[in-house]
């Protein structure tokens, strides 16, 4: 099984390609996180916790929002690589 730290960087590198069309939150803190689990594990995985609904605010937005200014964010490339994230943290989470 990997370590915790290695699945938050491997998060972080699957968001990458969605710093090219919006601010990631997730890349900054996953590599925090990352750095930060063995000393602080309670905060961490509550960062993980607001990461994740932050997260699945974004995926509601983007895929229930009719909004013309989203269009560049809806890319399969960037859906996908969201959708993962997302389903990663979940599983990193249980």
Not at 28 to 41: E, G
Not at 61 to 78: A, F
């Amino acid at each position: 099984m990997l370590s915790v730290e290695i699945a938050f960087i491997a998060i972080a590198f699957i968001s990458l390609p969605n710093l090219f069309y919006r601010a990631e939150f997730n890349v900054p803190l996953l590599l925090f996180a990352a750095v930060c689990w063995q000393n602080y594990t309670s905060s961490t995985a509550y960062l993980l916790i607001i990461s994740w609904a932050l997260e699945l605010y974004r995926l509601l937005t983007l895929l229930v929002y009719d909004d013309p200014h989203l269009d560049e964010q809806r890319k399969p490339l960037l859906l996908f690589s969201t959708i993962a994230a997302f389903l990663m943290k979940v599983r990193l989470g249980l």
